[in-house]
Nanobody, 112 residues
Framework: QVQLVESGGGLVQPGGSLRLSCAASGSDFSTYHMAWYRQVPGSQREWVATIFRGGATTYTGSVKGRFTISRDNAKNTMYLQMNSLKLEDTAVYYC??????WGQGTQVTVSS
């Protein structure tokens, strides 16, 4: 079992950047495939990006080239670097450890 805590959300203007962190505890972080999801009120939770335990990454099309997922196994932490943010990136962002461990979410608001 693993516990996850997200941080780094906030308010940013369009075109700005934020870096989200997901701190893990309670189990061997390096063995988990990790992912970021996001959710807008009234909509389904949407997959954003995955980083596999071997380091390979994959992204949903709308964030490809703007977001970068990474992990530091020595710090038991996953990151999401978000650049060139758009209004439509506004959501609560969640981290997930496969198969089904979730954090509590962190709010990202992109607004002018």
């Amino acid at each position: 079992q693993v516990q996850l805590v997200e941080s780094g959300g906030g308010l940013v203007q369009p075109g700005g950047s934020l870096r989200l962190s997901c701190a893990a505890s309670g189990s061997d972080f390096s063995t988990y495939h990790m992912a970021w999801y996001r959710q807008v009120p009234g909509s389904q939770r949407e997959w954003v990006a995955t980083i596999f335990r071997g380091g390979a990454t994959t992204y949903t099309g709308s964030v490809k080239g703007r977001f970068t997922i990474s992990r530091d196994n020595a710090k038991n932490t996953m990151y999401l670097q978000m650049n060139s943010l758009k209004l439509e990136d506004t959501a609560v962002y969640y981290c997930k450890a496969q198969p089904s461990y979730w954090g509590q979410g962190t709010q990202v608001t992109v607004s002018s």
